[in-house]
């Protein structure tokens, strides 16, 4: 059974970074590990994902050139660094994995681990 745990969220001012890491449990390989958002009353949506195998990164629009995302599956680990963050960045930001990477990856339901999520402030 594997768990994705998150950690690093907090509250920040505008302008300001944090950084968000989520480790796997287990010893199933993730390769694929994403990040998502849900601000109240919006649906989920993906913020960034890599390919541990490929190194390949995919981002949003709207944080694209703010947010940079690192992975290692040797520690099944992913890590999303956030800069220039802005009011509108605020949500609950959730890790979410597949051991495989396939289809749309900001789609929800092409993820079958996800983190209990971390909030993110910024006023």
């Known amino acids: 059974h594997v768990q994705l745990v998150e950690s690093g969220g907090g509250s920040v001012e505008a302008g300001g970074s944090l950084t968000l890491s989520c480790a796997a449990s287990?010893?199933?390989?993730?390769?694929?590990m994403a990040w998502f958002r849900q601000a109240p009353g919006k649906s989920r949506e993906g913020v960034a994902c890599?390919?541990?195998?490929?190194?390949?990164?995919f981002y949003a629009d709207s944080v694209k050139g703010r947010f940079t995302i690192s992975g290692d599956n040797a520690k099944n680990t992913v890590v999303l660094q956030m800069d220039s963050l802005r009011p509108e960045d605020t949500s609950m930001y959730y890790c979410?994995?597949?051991?495989?990477?396939?289809?749309?990856?900001?789609?929800?339901?092409?993820?079958?681990?996800w983190g209990q999520g971390t909030q993110v402030t910024v006023s």
């Open positions: 890599i390919n541990t195998d490929t190194g390949s990164k």
């Open positions: 979410a994995a597949e051991d495989y990477c396939g289809g749309s990856w900001n789609l929800e339901q092409n993820y079958l681990y």
């Open positions: 287990g010893t199933q390989i993730m390769h694929c």
